[in-house]
T-cell receptor, first 112, second 109 residues
Framework: KAGVTQTPRYLIKTRGQQVTLSCSPI?????VSWYQQTPGQGLQFLFE???????NKGNFPGRFSGRQFSNSRSEMNVSTLELGDSALYLC???????????FGPGTRLTVT | QQPVQSPQAVILREGEDAVINCSSS?????VHWYRQKHGEAPVFLMI?????EQKGHEKISASFNEKKQQSSLYLTASQLSYSGTYFC??????????FGKGTKLSVIP
């Protein structure tokens, strides 16, 4: 089976812009979770989707949003980018959301 | 509340053993362990569930003390390939994992 894929792998944006990141889960996986990884804070949970429904949201401002499509692919959007949004954004897929998660390679976002 | 991992970093020689601890202030339903090598995505190692069920790789062992809300990961006879940052993620019954800040393990020849 193909693994989790994320596009793009690298992105450079300027403050105030918005960005959309994409995640394609492993075939058959219906749960997709998103995480932000920074050196200081580690892995922080953003949100989790299952069958197009957001079931959980982490402690992030409303500028961070996401959605999931009927084929389980997911996107996350960050509006009005700030310098502090620079991070590695990882998505992970699983069958139910509560079991083992398979991470994608991540999207490295740099905000200048 | 983010779980606390200890130690923050450890250096081992090949063949030595190590224990990584994960402690939470919240009641836990599950503890998940992942390893991330530099520049790579985290890789699943093990899940420990309330009630004693465990799922994971054969060469990895871990414990989960539900009363103390603690988990420990045991790495025995370490190999160079064990190097990386180990994260514990705690689940409180919802579809959300809260990860600790990680323990950096370096195995040297």
């Amino acid at each position: 089976k193909a693994g989790v894929t994320q596009t793009p792998r690298y992105l450079i944006k300027t403050r105030g812009q918005q960005v959309t990141l994409s995640c394609s889960p492993i075939s058959g996986h219906r749960s997709v979770s998103w995480y932000q990884q920074t050196p200081g804070q580690g892995l922080q949970f953003l949100f989790e989707y299952f069958s197009e429904t957001q079931r959980n949201k982490g402690n992030f401002p409303g500028r961070f949003s996401g959605r999931q499509f009927s084929n389980s692919r997911s996107e996350m959007n960050v509006s009005t980018l700030e310098l502090g949004d620079s991070a590695l954004y990882l998505c992970a897929s699983s069958t139910q959301g509560s079991g083992e998660q398979y991470f994608g390679p991540g999207t490295r976002l740099t905000v200048t | 509340q983010q779980p606390v991992q200890s130690p923050q970093a450890v250096i081992l020689r090949e063949g030595e053993d190590a224990v990584i601890n994960c402690s939470s202030s919240k009641a836990l339903y599950s503890v998940h362990w992942y390893r991330q090598k530099h520049g790579e995505a985290p890789v699943f190692l093990m899940i420990l569930l309330k009630g004693g069920e465990q799922k994971g790789h054969e060469k990895i062992s871990a414990s989960f003390n539900e009363k103390k809300q603690q988990s420990s990961l045991y790495l025995t006879a370490s190999q160079l390939s064990y190097s990386g940052t180990y994260f514990c993620g705690t689940g409180a019954g919802s579809y959300q994992l809260t990860f600790g800040k990680g323990t950096k393990l370096s195995v040297i020849p």
